[in-house]
């Protein structure tokens, strides 16, 4: 089966997206799984510290390895914004197919050393290292706040030069506008800047955030070089309200039937994200 490098550099010659869907319970995974069969589409599986923690790493790369074989499809493991090191490491060890690190609260030294480290583990197990430069703010959740995105949140072009040149990244998360979770009033994402970046990065670019983005300007960044996009805060959110309109039905016990109508409508939304980045029939 063809590994994930294959895909990105795929979806960078034909300019579309890989997306990345977080998860944290078994009707999530399913839903992903589904939805990456029915729709031939590569999938990236994210889980963050939090979500790796809950579910068990061990747990997690034997539920995906078991059903990447099962059905043939090109589901992807990836440790999202890992910044315990000795967790990366054991991601790393573990086969997840690559490890996000967030170095972006350390100084630019600091964050270029460990990146390097981190790959210098991952590349002889051909894992691929994820990269962060920028800020990129928020949470994974639906928020009535607003949100201020400053100057210095943003990828700045000149670190990035110096970060790609020195770690030799595979790829780069860059802070564009683009923020975490679903708030009252979405920034707007910086065109001009992701383009500034892509003149000097010829690395697989990441869009983090992909929640509450409009179509439109999802497109748009797809078209300037965009080739994975990650998605955690539309799939809670419907995962939360659809198991709360299933509970009602008080004559129900069966947790199969009930998490089976809230994987079906988590698997709306993902069938929804997957035409949206034009991931489908790309196997
Ligand atoms: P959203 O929660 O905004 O979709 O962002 C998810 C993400 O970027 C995970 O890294």
């Known amino acids: 089966m063809k590994d994930l490098k294959y895909y990105l550099k795929k979806a960078k010659e034909e300019k579309w997206a890989i997306p990345q869907f977080n998860f944290s319970t078994i009707e999530q995974l399913k839903a992903i799984i589904n939805v990456s069969y029915k729709l031939k589409t590569p999938v990236i599986l994210g889980t963050s510290e939090g979500e790796a923690n809950y579910l068990g790493m061990e747990e997690i790369v034997s539920l995906v390895k078991i059903s990447k074989n099962k059905y043939k499809i090109p589901l992807f493991l990836n440790l999202d914004h890992g910044k315990n090191l000795d967790l990366i490491k054991k991601a790393i060890f573990l086969g997840y197919d690559s490890v996000h690190f967030d170095g972006s609260s350390l100084s630019l030294i600091e964050n270029i050393k460990i990146t390097k480290e981190l790959i210098k583990i991952a590349h002889k197990k051909n894992i691929l290292v994820e990269g962060e430069i920028g800020s990129i703010k928020g949470e994974s959740q639906l928020s009535s706040k607003k949100i201020k995105i400053l100057k210095q949140d943003l990828t700045s072009v000149s670190d990035v030069?110096?970060?790609?040149?020195?770690?030799?990244?595979?790829s780069l998360a860059v802070s564009i506008g683009n923020i975490h979770g679903v708030y009252k009033k979405m920034p707007k994402l910086d065109l001009k800047l992701l383009k500034d970046i892509k003149k000097i990065s010829k690395n697989f670019l990441v869009l983090h955030g992909g929640s509450g983005i409009e179509n439109k300007e999802i497109k748009k960044v797809i078209r300037e070089g965009i080739v994975k996009i990650n998605f955690n805060t539309e799939i809670r959110i419907i995962?939360?309200?659809?198991?709360?309109?299933?509970?009602k039905n008080k004559n129900e016990f069966k947790p199969y039937k009930i998490l089976n109508l809230v994987q079906n409508d988590i698997e709306k939304k993902l069938e929804e994200k997957v035409y949206l980045l034009n991931s489908n029939n790309k196997l």
């Open 239 to 247: 995962w939360k309200n659809s198991l709360r309109k299933y509970l």
């Open 161 to 170: 030069e110096k970060f790609v040149k020195e770690t030799k990244v595979d």
